[in-house]
């Protein structure tokens, strides 16, 4: 049999895909609130992408107090890179939406496009990855972490011990995960 080529859907995942068959237990309800979240997640994605090209270019958006707009007008006026790649492993790695690293301060900043309350922890994941990648001791930089959503910048500056923790947790958990790795390739 020739199988039908479908080019247009190479890299496509579809709601109603056979990998996440949960759909099958929806009612009409359920299936539009979830087709909602999933519409959610794409615009933040897209959000993203458009606050990213932004930065990159320098283009400073009306201010005003909305999220969007004081993420990438602050990312623009304290020069900071956005979309970052971090990485101490395979196994510990992560984006930051935005980071600088001058005069011995250490800026991160995240852009949430939810409505969930969320927590400084991911933003202090980058941080200890910043650390273990670039080789500096928490205790002897500055760190501000922020966080824009719902029309709010959230201001945080870590305790280095803290920043510390996270460190250790992620070396030991990647030596405990390489020799799972280890043991299963045996």
């Not at 539009?32 to 090209?53: I, N, W």
Request: proline share 4%.
């Amino acid at each position: 049999m020739d199988f039908n080529y479908h080019s247009e859907l190479k890299g496509q995942h579809a709601f109603l895909s056979a990998s996440k068959y949960h759909w099958l237990n929806y009612d009409e309800e359920k299936l539009a609130a979830s087709y909602s979240k999933f519409l959610a997640v794409q615009r933040g994605t897209d959000l993203h992408e458009f606050a990213s090209r932004c930065i990159e270019l320098k283009i400073k958006l009306a201010k005003s107090k909305r999220s969007l707009n004081c993420y990438v007008n602050d990312a623009i006026g304290f020069r900071m890179k956005p979309e970052q790649p971090l990485a101490y492993s395979i196994n510990a790695f992560g984006t930051a939406d935005a980071i600088s690293f001058r005069d011995g301060l250490l800026r991160i900043h995240d852009l949430k496009t939810g409505v969930s309350p969320v927590s400084m922890h991911q933003p202090e994941v980058y941080a200890a990855l910043f650390c273990l990648e670039y080789l500096q001791k928490p205790k002897d930089i500055a760190i501000e972490l922020r966080i824009y959503q719902s029309d709010e910048i959230q201001i945080f500056n870590p305790n280095p011990s803290d920043i510390k923790v996270i460190m250790d947790k992620i070396v030991a958990f990647d030596k405990h995960l390489e020799k799972i790795k280890a043991e299963l390739e045996d």
